[in-house]
């Protein structure tokens, strides 16, 4: 029997992007392997559950599985990867921006004996954005055990022992890249070259959703910044130490100055945006350990077509 390689689809909004892209999976995919074509809609307010179901009526190979709302692409990814029955799966966007013949490339890579291959965008341009997503992965790797490859896509295939591990580990807030990082199986990584989306709109494109998902990601997996607030507020401590004593030792010296209320000023001003800044960075963490403690489910599935309850 030929193996079963599950291809995940995560959607939100993508009703133009479905039937070209199930047109394309089937044009261009090795026909070595039998497929299941897991498209999990994220809670699209379009049409995109019904084109899902169109296909899924003449193509029983096509699934669905339909979230009550909006739960993000990393919901959408692991409950993919918790529906998947096939011997290895892969992740692919909706929006035609990866190509699909590279999942025949990883494919061959997997039935070769690598468990995980990864894929990385190709960069033509080192423009700003360049620049800063190169210094972000430098500095992720810098300050965390995990470590993640330098432009690496969600897009990847994994071995069925991959999949168990990954959905062993149900955290609520999720990073794909530091969980395939933080596994540590050997892996394999080919460049890919990235196309404009055609149709429909990004949901990560703007610059203050990319620093939240930066800071979020580094929060994660560190906590460095929590222990650079202890040696910031060390630091501070000691020059205000520093000064105190210049101070008592001017007062008892000089005697009773009035002068110093600007100088006053400027030193409390900065001491409690330090230990404002210091406060936000415990409390984001606080807010990542309530979200897990609520022990909620990463997802609720309103529907699904296709698939057989086990
Ligand atoms: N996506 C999702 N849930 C979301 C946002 C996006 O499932 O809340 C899907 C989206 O349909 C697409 C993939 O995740 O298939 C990548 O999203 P997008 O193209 O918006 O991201 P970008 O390519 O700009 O990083
Ligand atoms: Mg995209």
């Known amino acids: 029997m030929s193996k079963l390689v599950s291809v995940i689809i995560p959607c939100y909004n993508e009703e133009e992007n479905i039937s070209n892209l199930y047109n394309e999976l089937i044009e261009k995919l090795n026909k070595s392997v039998s497929y299941e074509f897991l498209f999990v809609d994220d809670g699209s307010k379009d049409k995109t559950t019904n084109e899902v179901q169109t296909l899924g009526e003449e193509d029983k190979r096509v699934k669905l599985i339909d979230f009550s709302r909006n739960f993000g692409k990393e919901a959408a990814m692991l409950a993919g990867l918790d529906y998947a029955a096939g011997d290895a799966a892969v992740i692919i966007d909706a929006d035609l921006q990866m190509p699909v013949a590279t999942i025949n490339d990883l494919i061959k890579l997997w039935q070769e004996g690598n468990k995980l291959v990864l894929t990385y965008k190709t960069r033509r341009k080192k423009g700003l954005k360049s620049k800063l997503a190169t210094k972000y992965y430098d500095v992720f790797n810098n300050i965390s055990d995990t470590q993640i490859q330098n432009d690496a896509l969600d897009f990847q295939i994994m071995d069925r022992e991959v999949i168990n591990t990954i959905c062993s580990m149900r955290e609520r807030t999720r990073f794909f890249k530091g969980i395939t990082g933080y596994i540590g199986y050997d892996f394999k990584i080919i460049p890919v ?44 401590a000691f020059i205000s130490f520093l ?19 600007a100088s006053t000023l400027a030193i409390m ?42």
């Open 269 to 310: 001003m900065f001491l409690f945006s330090i230990v404002l800044i210091i406060l936000g960075v415990m409390g984001y963490y606080i807010s990542l350990i309530y979200n897990e403690v609520k022990q909620r489910p990463n997802y609720i599935v309103n529907e699904t077509k296709n698939i057989e309850e086990e």
């Open 243 to 261: 000064y105190l004593i210049f101070i008592v030792f001017n007062t008892l010296i000089n005697g009773i100055g009035v002068p110093g209320y």
């Open 193 to 236: 070259d990235i196309s404009e989306r055609t149709a429909g709109e990004s949901s990560f494109s703007s610059s203050k959703t990319l620093f939240s998902y930066a800071f979020k990601s580094i929060a994660l997996y560190s906590d460095l910044p929590l222990k650079f607030s202890i040696i910031i507020g060390g630091i501070t």
